[in-house]
């Protein structure tokens, strides 16, 4: 694994693949640079939508097709696994799901956490996050989950 915690062979864009190899070669993490050192320029486009004490969510760069709304929850702390996470944030990581649902007004949606090694989860960031979809339509939502 690169020192970014990136997983080239995740990622589902030409463009995503781009700016992940930008993210590897300057040895970041990108959650990190982005959301809790909040440094310039940043390497995701979209705007925080709720920002808590644990918890940032904006919407993903690449949504998934067939989606209203993508959004990644990120965890203000570097770490890994779900088990990691310290009671606040767990509890946080709840009341955040409600201010966002409310906020966007979504119904119906689907929550998944990946943990860790992104070789077996499909994921692209190592750095602890969330995905919160809602289906745009009755076209299935399809991700790699394994
Ligand atoms: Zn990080």
Same mark, same amino acid.
């Given at each position: 694994m690169n020192k970014s915690g990136?997983? %080239? @062979?995740?990622?589902?864009r030409k463009e995503q693949i781009e700016t992940m190899k930008k993210i590897i070669t300057d040895g970041i993490c990108p959650f990190c640079h982005d959301?809790?050192?909040?440094?310039?320029?940043?390497?995701?486009p979209n705007p925080i939508i709720v920002e808590t004490d644990f918890w940032v969510v904006t919407r993903n760069a690449w949504p998934y097709e067939h989606t209203r709304e993508h959004l990644i929850f990120v965890v203000k702390?570097?770490? %890994? @696994?779900?088990?990691?996470?310290k009671k606040d944030e767990i509890l946080d990581l709840w009341n955040t799901i409600k201010k966002v649902k409310k906020k966007l007004k979504i119904t119906h949606s689907t929550f998944l956490m990946r943990s860790d090694s992104t070789g077996m989860t499909g994921?692209?960031?190592?750095?602890l996050h969330a995905q919160l979809v809602v289906a745009k339509n009755k076209e299935p939502v399809i991700t790699r989950i394994g």
């Open positions: 990136l997983d %080239l @062979n995740n990622a589902r959301f809790i050192d909040k440094e310039k320029p940043a390497y995701h702390r570097h770490i %890994l @696994n779900p088990e990691e996470m994921a692209t960031v190592q750095h």
